[in-house]
C-alpha cells in the first residue's frame, strides 16, 4: 500500500502522512501491531499526539479515536485522499498487461462501470459530468491525449470529480503503427495526463477495439490492463436516444462495462439517454464504480478468496470493418 504512494506522492508528504495516516489504515485493515510486523514507535507516537489535540484518545487503542471527530475526520479525508490516488494506479498485478470485457465480481455483486471515450470535448463532456454529478455517479473517461490537450481544463475537472481518467491513444487513428509509434500514442498520453491532472493511468482502451495494429500490444507489453467492454451503446452509429438505453440496459450484468462516447461527433443522444441508463440500473440495484473500483473489489476478493477469477476475453477479432469508437 504504502510503496505505491511513495512513487506517485512527493517524499515530504509520505514522510509527514505516513506515520499518521498509516497507522489510521492499518488500524482499519490490520491489528494495530500488524503493519511492517512491528509496534508503533515511540516518534510515532509523538507525532500523532503532535496532531491530536484531545488529550482523551488513547493513540494505542484505535477505537477511542472514533470517539474524537476532529481527529477521525481528518483521517478520513486523508484516506479519501489516499484512497482516490491508489484506486487509480497502479492496477492490480493479475489485470496488467490483461485483456477483459468484464470483471465479474466473487459474489456476483451487482456493480457496473460507465465508460466514455473519445473526449474531453468541451460541451459534451462537461453536460456528462454534470449529469454524473447530479446522480452520484462515478464514470471513467478514456481520453484522447490530443483532446486533453485542447482541453486540459475539462481533463482537470473529470478527476476533481472523483472519476477516473484513462489512456485511448494520443491520435485516434486506426492505422498500422511502428513499434516507436505505437509507443508514442501511448506513453505521451499518460504522459499529459499525469502532467494535467497528477493522476498515473495503466488503464487502456484501444481505438475501435483494435488490439492488432500496434497500440494495443505495446500497452499489453507495458503492463497496461486493456479494457473491453460488455455493454455497447453503438452510441458513434447516432442512434436515437431510447436505443442507446435500450442498448445499455439489456446488455448489462454484475461486473459490467458499457460502452459510450462524450468524444468524436455529435454526442446529444448520448447526453440525453445518459440519466435513463442510470435510472434504470439503479431500479435495477445495481451500484456504479469506476474501471479502477471494479479492479480494486476484485482484487479484494481474490485476496480473500483466491480462487476468484476475472473473466478474460481472448485478444479478439479484429473487426473486418473499422468501427468508430
Ligand atoms: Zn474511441
Redesign the pocket.
Known amino acids: 500500500m504504502l510503496k505505491r504512494l511513495q512513487v506517485v506522492w512527493p517524499q515530504t508528504a509520505i514522510l509527514i502522512l505516513s506515520t499518521v495516516v498509516g497507522t489510521a489504515i492499518a488500524s482499519r485493515l490490520l491489528p494495530l501491531n500488524g503493519l511492517f510486523g512491528q509496534t508503533i514507535s515511540p516518534s510515532t507516537n509523538q507525532q500523532i499526539q503532535r496532531t491530536n489535540t484531545d488529550s482523551s484518545v488513547d493513540i494505542e487503542n484505535p477505537a477511542s479515536w472514533q470517539t474524537n471527530p476532529g481527529l477521525s475526520q481528518t483521517i478520513g479525508q486523508w484516506e479519501q485522499e489516499i484512497e482516490s490516488q491508489m484506486l487509480n494506479w497502479p492496477s492490480p498485478k493479475r489485470f496488467q498487461g490483461k485483456i477483459f470485457k468484464e470483471v465479474k465480481l466473487k459474489d456476483n455483486r451487482k456493480v457496473f462501470a460507465l465508460t466514455f471515450?473519445?473526449g474531453p470535448q468541451l460541451h459534451t463532456t462537461a453536460q456528462i459530468l454534470d449529469i454524473l454529478k447530479r446522480n452520484k455517479v462515478k464514470g471513467t473517461f478514456?481520453i484522447?491525449g490530443r483532446n486533453l490537450k485542447a482541453y486540459p481544463q475539462v481533463g482537470q475537472r473529470i478527476v476533481a470529480e472523483g472519476h477516473a481518467i484513462a489512456n485511448?491513444?494520443w491520435s485516434?487513428s486506426y492505422r498500422k503503427f511502428s513499434g516507436p509509434g505505437a509507443a508514442r500514442e501511448i506513453d505521451d498520453t499518460t504522459a499529459l495526463i499525469y502532467k494535467i491532472t497528477g493522476m498515473k493511468t495503466d488503464l487502456f482502451?484501444p481505438?475501435?477495439g483494435f488490439l492488432g495494429n500496434g497500440p494495443a500490444g505495446y500497452a499489453k507489453g507495458k503492463n497496461y490492463a486493456v479494457v473491453m467492454w460488455s455493454a455497447d451503446s453503438n452510441d458513434?452509429k447516432r442512434l436515437s436516444a431510447h436505443a442507446l438505453v435500450n442498448n445499455i440496459t439489456s446488455q448489462a450484468g454484475p461486473g459490467g462495462i458499457a460502452l459510450m462516447?462524450d468524444?468524436?461527433g455529435d454526442r446529444s443522444a448520448t447526453v440525453k439517454a445518459l440519466p435513463y441508463i442510470i435510472a434504470n440500473l439503479k431500479k435495477r440495484g445495481y451500484e456504479f464504480v469506476t474501471v479502477p473500483e471494479l479492479l480494486d473489489l476484485a482484487e479484494r476478493q481474490h485476496r480473500a478468496q483466491p480462487a476468484v477469477k476475472s473473466k478474460p476475453v481472448k485478444p479478439a477479432a479484429d473487426r473486418s470493418t473499422p468501427k468508430?469508437?
Request: aromatic residues 12%; positive net charge; glycine residues 18%.
Open positions: 471515450d473519445d478514456f484522447i485511448h491513444t485516434h482502451r481505438p475501435g458513434w462516447h468524444g468524436g468508430k469508437k
